[in-house]
Protein backbone atom coordinates (compact mmCIF):
# COMPACT_ATOMS: atom_id res chain seq x y z
CA UNK A 1 0.00 0.00 0.00
CA UNK A 2 1.08 3.38 -1.01
CA UNK A 3 0.50 6.55 0.92
CA UNK A 4 1.23 9.88 -0.53
CA UNK A 5 0.35 13.69 1.29
CA UNK A 6 1.08 15.69 -1.50
CA UNK A 7 0.23 19.07 0.68
CA UNK A 8 3.76 17.87 2.32
CA UNK A 9 5.30 16.96 -0.99
CA UNK A 10 7.47 20.04 -3.40
CA UNK A 11 6.21 20.41 -6.52
CA UNK A 12 8.50 18.97 -9.34
CA UNK A 13 9.35 21.37 -12.25
CA UNK A 14 8.34 21.09 -15.14
CA UNK A 15 11.37 20.36 -17.05
CA UNK A 16 12.73 17.68 -14.94
CA UNK A 17 9.05 16.15 -15.82
CA UNK A 18 10.06 16.26 -19.64
CA UNK A 19 13.45 15.16 -18.39
CA UNK A 20 11.56 11.99 -17.10
CA UNK A 21 9.06 11.37 -19.56
CA UNK A 22 9.07 8.18 -22.45
CA UNK A 23 10.97 9.14 -25.22
CA UNK A 24 7.71 8.74 -27.04
CA UNK A 25 5.98 11.36 -25.18
CA UNK A 26 9.34 13.87 -24.50
CA UNK A 27 10.32 13.81 -27.91
CA UNK A 28 6.98 14.59 -29.57
CA UNK A 29 6.03 17.70 -27.53
CA UNK A 30 6.71 20.39 -29.94
CA UNK A 31 9.63 22.57 -31.48
CA UNK A 32 12.58 22.02 -29.00
CA UNK A 33 13.45 25.63 -28.27
CA UNK A 34 10.11 26.55 -27.18
CA UNK A 35 10.02 23.60 -24.76
CA UNK A 36 11.89 24.93 -21.98
CA UNK A 37 9.95 28.40 -22.30
CA UNK A 38 6.49 26.22 -21.88
CA UNK A 39 7.27 24.17 -19.19
CA UNK A 40 8.18 26.47 -16.81
CA UNK A 41 4.62 27.12 -16.06
CA UNK A 42 4.29 23.00 -15.72
CA UNK A 43 4.44 21.60 -12.33
CA UNK A 44 3.52 18.17 -10.95
CA UNK A 45 3.49 15.93 -7.74
CA UNK A 46 3.48 12.45 -8.89
CA UNK A 47 0.66 10.19 -7.22
CA UNK A 48 2.32 6.80 -9.04
CA UNK A 49 3.54 5.28 -12.02
CA UNK A 50 4.25 1.69 -12.97
CA UNK A 51 7.00 2.21 -15.71
CA UNK A 52 5.93 -1.65 -17.29
CA UNK A 53 3.06 -0.63 -18.33
CA UNK A 54 3.47 3.21 -18.02
CA UNK A 55 0.44 3.70 -16.33
CA UNK A 56 0.27 7.00 -14.57
CA UNK A 57 -1.48 9.46 -12.06
CA UNK A 58 -0.57 12.95 -11.16
CA UNK A 59 -1.76 15.75 -9.47
CA UNK A 60 -0.60 18.67 -11.70
CA UNK A 61 -0.52 22.49 -11.67
CA UNK A 62 -0.88 24.87 -14.78
CA UNK A 63 0.68 28.51 -14.37
CA UNK A 64 -1.97 31.12 -15.71
CA UNK A 65 -1.00 31.12 -19.66
CA UNK A 66 0.21 28.39 -20.13
CA UNK A 67 -0.24 26.27 -23.37
CA UNK A 68 0.71 23.32 -25.23
CA UNK A 69 3.22 23.73 -28.17
CA UNK A 70 0.90 21.86 -30.67
CA UNK A 71 -2.34 19.16 -31.47
CA UNK A 72 -1.66 15.66 -30.62
CA UNK A 73 -3.15 12.40 -29.92
CA UNK A 74 -2.58 9.37 -27.48
CA UNK A 75 -2.39 5.82 -27.95
CA UNK A 76 -3.19 5.66 -24.39
CA UNK A 77 -6.56 6.64 -22.40
CA UNK A 78 -6.49 9.85 -20.71
CA UNK A 79 -8.13 11.45 -17.52
CA UNK A 80 -8.43 14.62 -15.69
CA UNK A 81 -10.41 15.49 -12.79
CA UNK A 82 -10.00 20.04 -12.60
CA UNK A 83 -10.03 20.53 -9.22
CA UNK A 84 -9.50 24.55 -9.16
CA UNK A 85 -9.29 26.83 -12.37
CA UNK A 86 -9.47 26.23 -15.83
CA UNK A 87 -8.15 23.39 -18.54
CA UNK A 88 -9.44 24.21 -22.42
CA UNK A 89 -8.98 21.34 -24.92
CA UNK A 90 -9.22 21.94 -28.50
CA UNK A 91 -11.62 20.28 -30.00
CA UNK A 92 -13.84 19.61 -26.67
CA UNK A 93 -14.32 22.52 -24.82
CA UNK A 94 -13.33 24.33 -21.44
CA UNK A 95 -13.30 22.66 -17.84
CA UNK A 96 -13.74 24.45 -14.38
CA UNK A 97 -13.64 23.20 -11.15
CA UNK A 98 -14.99 19.65 -10.93
CA UNK A 99 -14.67 19.53 -14.36
CA UNK A 100 -13.86 15.59 -15.50
CA UNK A 101 -13.14 14.00 -19.04
CA UNK A 102 -12.03 10.15 -20.21
CA UNK A 103 -10.73 10.15 -23.45
CA UNK A 104 -10.20 7.49 -25.42
CA UNK A 105 -6.94 6.99 -27.63
CA UNK A 106 -6.50 9.09 -30.83
CA UNK A 107 -8.49 11.62 -30.56
CA UNK A 108 -6.69 14.90 -31.53
CA UNK A 109 -6.20 17.82 -29.00
CA UNK A 110 -4.59 20.50 -27.23
CA UNK A 111 -4.54 21.71 -23.56
CA UNK A 112 -4.21 25.75 -22.08
CA UNK A 113 -5.32 27.60 -19.34
CA UNK A 114 -6.02 31.50 -19.31
CA UNK A 115 -5.40 31.46 -15.28
CA UNK A 116 -4.02 28.34 -14.45
CA UNK A 117 -5.68 25.08 -12.74
CA UNK A 118 -4.93 22.47 -10.02
CA UNK A 119 -6.22 18.95 -11.68
CA UNK A 120 -5.67 15.34 -11.55
CA UNK A 121 -4.27 13.70 -14.43
CA UNK A 122 -4.11 10.06 -15.22
CA UNK A 123 -2.23 8.15 -18.64
CA UNK A 124 -3.81 4.43 -18.47
CA UNK A 125 -1.02 3.03 -20.34
CA UNK A 126 -0.89 -0.38 -21.60
CA UNK A 127 -4.45 -1.99 -21.10
CA UNK A 128 -6.06 -4.54 -23.02
CA UNK A 129 -9.76 -4.40 -20.98
CA UNK A 130 -9.83 -0.54 -21.84
CA UNK A 131 -8.28 -1.20 -24.91
CA UNK A 132 -5.26 1.05 -24.29
CA UNK A 133 -1.91 1.49 -25.28
CA UNK A 134 1.55 2.51 -23.61
CA UNK A 135 1.71 6.37 -23.16
CA UNK A 136 2.93 8.67 -26.53
CA UNK A 137 1.80 11.79 -28.20
CA UNK A 138 2.36 12.24 -31.38
CA UNK A 139 2.10 15.78 -33.22
CA UNK A 140 -1.12 16.72 -35.76
CA UNK A 141 -2.06 19.89 -37.24
CA UNK A 142 -4.78 21.63 -35.08
CA UNK A 143 -7.46 21.37 -37.86
CA UNK A 144 -7.70 17.55 -36.50
CA UNK A 145 -8.47 18.39 -33.12
CA UNK A 146 -11.42 16.88 -31.98
CA UNK A 147 -11.34 14.04 -34.35
CA UNK A 148 -10.11 10.48 -33.71
CA UNK A 149 -7.26 9.77 -36.34
CA UNK A 150 -6.45 5.93 -35.67
CA UNK A 151 -10.12 4.46 -36.09
CA UNK A 152 -12.20 5.43 -38.87
CA UNK A 153 -14.98 3.86 -37.22
CA UNK A 154 -16.63 6.31 -34.96
CA UNK A 155 -18.19 3.93 -32.87
CA UNK A 156 -15.18 1.29 -32.41
CA UNK A 157 -13.19 4.84 -31.62
CA UNK A 158 -14.87 5.06 -28.55
CA UNK A 159 -13.44 2.47 -27.20
CA UNK A 160 -14.89 1.03 -23.75
CA UNK A 161 -15.89 3.86 -21.75
CA UNK A 162 -16.80 6.26 -24.28
CA UNK A 163 -15.75 10.13 -24.44
CA UNK A 164 -17.06 10.92 -21.33
CA UNK A 165 -17.10 14.76 -20.97
CA UNK A 166 -18.90 15.56 -17.46
CA UNK A 167 -19.54 18.61 -14.83
CA UNK A 168 -19.39 16.53 -12.37
CA UNK A 169 -21.89 18.35 -9.94
CA UNK A 170 -24.62 17.69 -12.46
CA UNK A 171 -23.55 13.76 -11.74
CA UNK A 172 -26.48 12.40 -9.61
CA UNK A 173 -24.92 10.59 -6.41
CA UNK A 174 -26.17 6.92 -6.08
CA UNK A 175 -26.99 4.99 -2.57
CA UNK A 176 -24.18 3.64 -1.64
CA UNK A 177 -26.52 0.33 -1.51
CA UNK A 178 -28.15 0.08 -4.95
CA UNK A 179 -23.84 0.63 -5.96
CA UNK A 180 -23.35 -1.98 -4.57
CA UNK A 181 -25.10 -4.56 -6.57
CA UNK A 182 -23.02 -3.69 -9.86
CA UNK A 183 -20.35 -4.65 -7.79
CA UNK A 184 -18.64 -7.49 -5.77
CA UNK A 185 -19.34 -8.59 -2.29
CA UNK A 186 -19.07 -4.91 -0.72
CA UNK A 187 -20.74 -6.47 2.34
CA UNK A 188 -18.26 -5.14 4.73
CA UNK A 189 -17.42 -1.61 3.15
CA UNK A 190 -20.19 0.35 5.23
CA UNK A 191 -22.27 0.85 2.01
CA UNK A 192 -25.27 2.11 3.90
CA UNK A 193 -23.03 5.37 5.14
CA UNK A 194 -21.82 6.07 1.40
CA UNK A 195 -22.66 7.83 -2.14
CA UNK A 196 -21.26 7.30 -5.57
CA UNK A 197 -21.29 9.23 -8.14
CA UNK A 198 -19.93 7.40 -11.45
CA UNK A 199 -17.94 9.00 -13.63
CA UNK A 200 -16.51 6.56 -16.07
CA UNK A 201 -16.92 2.64 -16.08
CA UNK A 202 -16.43 -0.49 -18.29
CA UNK A 203 -18.83 -2.64 -17.86
CA UNK A 204 -17.23 -5.34 -19.31
CA UNK A 205 -14.37 -5.11 -16.56
CA UNK A 206 -16.08 -3.53 -13.95
CA UNK A 207 -12.70 -0.86 -13.96
CA UNK A 208 -14.40 2.91 -13.09
CA UNK A 209 -13.45 6.12 -11.96
CA UNK A 210 -16.26 7.18 -9.17
CA UNK A 211 -16.28 9.82 -6.51
CA UNK A 212 -17.19 8.25 -2.97
CA UNK A 213 -18.84 10.46 -0.09
CA UNK A 214 -18.42 9.42 2.98
CA UNK A 215 -21.17 9.99 5.94
CA UNK A 216 -20.19 11.45 9.05
CA UNK A 217 -19.74 8.63 11.44
CA UNK A 218 -18.75 6.49 8.71
CA UNK A 219 -17.05 2.84 9.77
CA UNK A 220 -15.76 -0.34 7.84
CA UNK A 221 -15.73 -3.15 10.79
CA UNK A 222 -12.14 -4.43 9.78
CA UNK A 223 -9.13 -4.62 7.67
CA UNK A 224 -10.39 -5.96 4.04
CA UNK A 225 -8.16 -7.19 1.02
CA UNK A 226 -9.85 -5.61 -2.39
CA UNK A 227 -10.93 -7.78 -5.68
CA UNK A 228 -8.81 -4.87 -7.33
CA UNK A 229 -6.31 -2.21 -7.65
CA UNK A 230 -7.78 0.68 -6.15
CA UNK A 231 -6.34 4.42 -5.69
CA UNK A 232 -7.97 7.27 -3.81
CA UNK A 233 -7.21 10.82 -4.13
CA UNK A 234 -9.16 12.88 -1.02
CA UNK A 235 -10.80 16.02 -2.27
CA UNK A 236 -12.49 16.98 0.88
CA UNK A 237 -12.98 16.34 4.47
CA UNK A 238 -10.62 13.26 6.06
CA UNK A 239 -10.98 9.50 6.82
CA UNK A 240 -8.94 7.66 9.22
CA UNK A 241 -7.02 4.17 8.27
CA UNK A 242 -4.98 2.73 11.18
CA UNK A 243 -2.29 4.55 12.38
CA UNK A 244 -2.66 7.29 8.91
CA UNK A 245 -4.85 10.22 8.83
CA UNK A 246 -5.89 11.07 5.23
CA UNK A 247 -7.31 14.44 4.95
CA UNK A 248 -7.61 16.76 1.26
CA UNK A 249 -4.48 16.29 -0.74
CA UNK A 250 -4.14 12.98 0.22
CA UNK A 251 -3.38 9.78 -2.29
CA UNK A 252 -3.61 5.76 -1.28
CA UNK A 253 -3.34 3.15 -3.49
CA UNK A 254 -3.43 -0.87 -2.87
CA UNK A 255 -3.17 -3.66 -5.00
CA UNK A 256 -6.31 -6.15 -4.73
CA UNK A 257 -4.40 -8.63 -2.38
CA UNK A 258 -2.78 -6.54 -0.11
CA UNK A 259 -4.48 -5.66 3.13
CA UNK A 260 -6.00 -2.35 3.55
CA UNK A 261 -7.04 -0.96 7.35
CA UNK A 262 -10.53 -0.12 8.13
CA UNK A 263 -11.91 2.82 6.49
CA UNK A 264 -13.29 5.62 9.37
CA UNK A 265 -14.34 9.08 9.07
CA UNK A 266 -15.79 11.00 11.74
CA UNK A 267 -16.55 13.99 10.18
CA UNK A 268 -17.65 12.51 6.64
CA UNK A 269 -15.11 13.09 3.19
CA UNK A 270 -15.24 12.57 -0.15
CA UNK A 271 -12.90 10.87 -2.49
CA UNK A 272 -12.23 10.42 -6.20
CA UNK A 273 -11.43 7.02 -6.55
CA UNK A 274 -9.84 4.59 -9.93
CA UNK A 275 -10.65 0.63 -9.46
CA UNK A 276 -9.37 -1.35 -11.69
CA UNK A 277 -12.18 -3.97 -11.80
CA UNK A 278 -15.49 -4.94 -9.61
CA UNK A 279 -15.22 -4.04 -6.70
CA UNK A 280 -15.62 -6.48 -3.34
CA UNK A 281 -13.49 -7.22 -0.83
CA UNK A 282 -12.84 -9.85 1.75
CA UNK A 283 -12.05 -10.03 5.53
CA UNK A 284 -8.12 -9.46 5.70
Same mark, same amino acid.
Given at each position: ????????????????????????????????????????????????????????????????????????????????????????????????????? %?????? =??? #??? =???????????????????????????? =??????????????????????????????? %????????????????????????????????????????????????????????????? =????????????????? %??????????? #???????????????????????
Amino acid at each position: MEIKHTGDLPWENGLDVVDSMTPEFRDHLGPIEKVRESYTKYKQKRLFHNPETTFRGDLIHLEAGYADLTDAYHDTCEESFVLTGDSTLTGDGTYHDRGYF %WRPPGI =VHS #AST =VNGHVSLLFLEGKSEGDLSDYASRRIRP =VEEAGQCVTEPDWDKAMGTRGWVRLQVDNVP %WIRGTDWARTQGDTSLLDVEHLSVKVLSHNYATGAQSILIRLDPGYRQSGPVTLDSWMGVF =VTSGSITMGDETLREGS %WFSAEGDEVRP #AWESADGAEMFAKISGFLGASAA
